[in-house]
């Protein structure tokens, strides 16, 4: 305690002013004196607090009034029993009925001092001036003969003709205060101290972190908080009035901390934990920690370029829309084969989603945690595919990265791997693929060691494997560890009911795409999405929602906009399955058949007009020969 307290005093009259001066001199204590009384006294303490006073003191009404008000602590100059006799000796010689103004609450042991002097005391309780006044007045007409108070009532007792004697303090109470105050200027100084210390760590930390007191009071706003909020100078302010949106108060409140919750504050959307603070059972405070979402999505993307596509599993289950009864069972039976390291096969055509589940049950397993890792196998030369797979020792062959290069399946390690479109791989690759199916091992191009790994593997296709199989393009080894488990993703032709939910799912995400409102569609323009048959599923589902956005302009534009691209989806259908060719097929019974596997070709050919060779030819072309 070396430095030199700044204290300032608020005295209610001149007299006791002087008095304060003369002690504080005596002590060799630097204090600013001025006059004040109750609601007066504010600016007068705001002024002080603005030049760097950092403790006021003053008589005990004045001071409880500057407590709610200052941020600086107030001390309070003691009402000693000496005093108190003092005074009311005083008072005593003009009349036996003495009026005392008390703050807050009544005094008690006055007994003591009526029997000794032979008087009367009536308190006056308050909390105000306009309290003090009222206090009076009343007293003044039950026969208060002299009051005893702070200088603020001299003007009402000379207004009811009694006389006024003012409280005098004692040196030795005004010594105390100011001996008080500096112990308390000096311990708020180690705290502040503290909190700047606070303050510097949690300025060099990467996430905006605010502090708020049982009061909504803010303690603590680092550096990054004000960056990214924009705000500055908030401690001290009210989390209320400053930041409603961050919801800190309600964890105040409630005591339940609200974990990756993701907010807009402003115009700046945060994601952020929300911690109260306990001491013992009592919440003290709470405590928010957040980062920019816009800074975090650059960083993942950028974390994402550094390393191959797909080693973060960005689907859930929950971000499959659906209603049917078909797909209900379909997340049913996937949340049961999550939690298996089995061999997974998802089977269906293109665009149903088969990625999306890949994804979804990743993130539901025990590998959540470990990588997912993306590879097309039909995307890949023969040769790429190999090395991608399963990497390469450096001079393997021609071009082979120096140092060589970990496959896929190593950085898979602990974590999942899916091999979309496996029914598209050679034969070579399927005698390695069988081996890391069977021995859950690896081995680099041009090595001569092995490597362990713990992969679980998801393969989708869009064919049918049985068919390869016979056809002696895939092996019936391979094929029966690939098909351990087995889910098959149904087109939208077969599961109708969830065509409205996806398109107004996708409609609102290509709004915010766009930044363009279309609004909710009625039951008849839906009804025209479930009357199509979609024989490129989601995907052409998704394509055509983006066009229909970016045409439609009004709500009476729809149906027209609407025409015009199902009017395109026909043509496409035309040239695809030969309509042009056989008129009939255009109607929408018949165009479902074509994917229907109950009806028999030679059926179709025949409604087709067309010979049974020429459909096989036309369904093998576009790569749907079962």
Known sequence: ????????????????????????????????????????????????????????????????????????????????????????????????????????????????????????IMQIVYRDSESLRSGILKAGRDGMDVYLGGSYAVSVCREIGIPCVLFSSSEESIAGAIEEAKVVAFIRREEMAKTKRVEAILSSVSEGMIAIDNRGIITIFNRVAEEILEVKGAVGSSIDSLLPQLKLRDVLTTGTPRLQSLQKVGEVQVLANLMPVHLGEKVIGAIASFLDVSKVMRAEQKVRRSYTKGFVAKYTLEDIVYRSPVMKRLIEQARRFARSGSTLLLTGESGTGKELVAHSIHNLSPRKDGPFV???????????????????????????????????????????????????????????????????????????????????????????????VKDGRIRLDLYFRLNILQIHIPPLRERKEDIPLLAASILEAYEGKYEKRIGALSEDLLKRFQDYAWPGNVRELQNFVEKFILMADRPEQYGAVLDILFEECRKTERVLFGDDEAPGFAAQGDRRMLFDPVYKREEIARMMGISRTTLWRRLKERGSAH
């Open 1 to 120: 305690m070396t430095m030199e307290a700044h204290l300032g005093m608020i005295c209610s009259n001149a007299k006791l002013a002087e008095k304060a001066r003369r002690v504080a001199d005596a002590r060799g204590v630097r204090i600013d004196v001025r006059i004040g009384t109750l609601e007066g006294a504010i600016p007068v303490a705001k002024e002080m607090e603005s030049r760097g006073i950092e403790v006021v003191i003053c008589r005990n009404g004045t001071g409880a009034i500057l407590k709610e008000r200052l941020s600086v602590p107030v001390i309070s100059i003691p009402l000693s029993t000496f005093d108190l006799l003092e005074d009311v000796s005083e008072a005593a010689r003009y009349g036996k009925n003495i009026g005392i103004s008390i703050y807050g609450h009544r005094l008690s042991g006055t007994e003591i001092l009526e029997n000794l002097l032979q008087i009367k």
């Open 374 to 468: 993306t590879v097309n196998c039909s995307a890949l030369t023969e040769n790429l595919l190999e090395s991608e797979l399963f990497g390469h020792e450096e001079g393997a062959f021609t071009g082979a990265k120096k140092g060589g290069k970990p496959g896929l399946f190593e950085l898979a390690h602990k974590g999942t791997i899916f091999l979309d479109e496996v029914g598209s791989i050679s034969e070579a690759v399927q005698s390695r693929l069988l081996r890391v199916l069977q021995q859950k091992e690896v081995m680099r191009i041009g090595a001569d060691r092995i490597i362990p790994v713990d992969v679980r593997i998801i393969a989708a296709t869009n064919r049918d494997l049985l068919k390869t």
